[in-house]
Every structure is written in structure tokens, then in C-alpha cells.
């Protein structure tokens, strides 16, 4: 009996329960989605006012908080909604533009089902978010390579070839070695 309540009534329950959770998580996506220019507006307008509040909490958090707000996705999200949420708490304390929304969302239906705008909103963290860091490395088309002394020399020197006299090839002798003035002399004569 235990095996058929376990199977097929509980489902049915949870599924039945779990709809009502979806679907208020989706108008919040909905209303959030729609909000998202004004959103953007506000955050342009208090730029200068949430950048130092911003960097403050930033500065404060964890490591993997930190790697949450710098590279924000809906699957960092999902794998670690109580850092998401704590993220949106932080923000809302400090009146950050559609994070109250979110936040309020999150503790009702869960961060990990409102992972898209919550990552939309991380992303405009991470956009406030510049910590001095060391330099960006060079690549090697970028660096400036002394050149050395063979090359000094060959390029000071260059040899011509002329089109009649093409360089020939060592000639091999299996088991004999030819050093390099000898093999010059027996092509010259």
C-alpha cells in the first residue's frame, strides 16, 4: 500500500502543488521582463550613488559570492540559490533598482525558479563591480621580443642567393660525415 502511495498519489500532489510555485514564478519573469528598460534607466541614473554602496558589499562577501557577481549565469544561479538570495538581500538594503522585486520573489517561490532576471540584475552588479586588479597580461603579438645576437647579424649581413647558383644540399654518405668547408669546395670545383 506504501508503494502505491509513494508512486502514484504523492506525484500527483506534489505536481499539483509545484504548479501553483511555477506559475507565480513565471509572472514575476513576466513582470520583470517587461520592467527591464526602466530597470536599466534607474540603474544608469544612480550610477555614481550605487557604485561605491555596490563595491562595499562586494568587497565584503565570500569568494564564491564574489565569482557569482562577477560571472553571473542562470546555472550559477541555480546551483547556489542561498548565495543568489543573499545577493538580493544585500542589494535591496541598499535600495538597488528591481532587486526588492526579486528578492521578495525569491523567498516566496525560490531563486534558482527566477534565474534569469536574477542573473540580469547580477550582470548589472558586475557592470558597477571594478576592482583594481594586476595588469592584463601581454600576448606574444603584443610584446616586443629583443632580437638576438644571430639575428643582429644575419639581418646586418643578409646573404643573396642568386637564381644560377641555388645552394645545394649536403650530399649523404651513409656511416660519413662531411664537414660544412668541405662540401663547399667539392661544389665549387
Known sequence: MTGYWKSKVLPKIKKYLDKGKNKGASD????????KGSIE???AEKHEELKPKVLEIYSSSQEETQKLVKE????????????????????????FP???????????????????????LLLRVSTLVVVPGPPPSTTSRDVAVAPTEEQVVSTEHPREE???????????????VVPPSDVEESVKI
Open 28 to 35: 514575476v519573469c513576466k513582470s520583470f521582463n517587461k520592467s
Open 41 to 43: 534607466k534607474e540603474i
Open 72 to 95: 553571473p549565469t542562470e546555472t550559477g544561479v541555480k546551483d547556489r540559490p542561498d548565495l543568489a538570495q543573499n545577493i538580493l538581500l544585500e542589494l535591496t538594503k541598499i535600495g
Open 98 to 120: 528591481g532587486s526588492r522585486e526579486l528578492s521578495d520573489a525569491g523567498t516566496k517561490y525560490g531563486p534558482e525558479t527566477l534565474a534569469g532576471p536574477i542573473a540580469f
Open 162 to 176: 642568386t637564381p644560377e647558383s641555388p645552394r645545394e644540399e649536403t650530399p649523404e654518405v651513409p656511416g660519413e
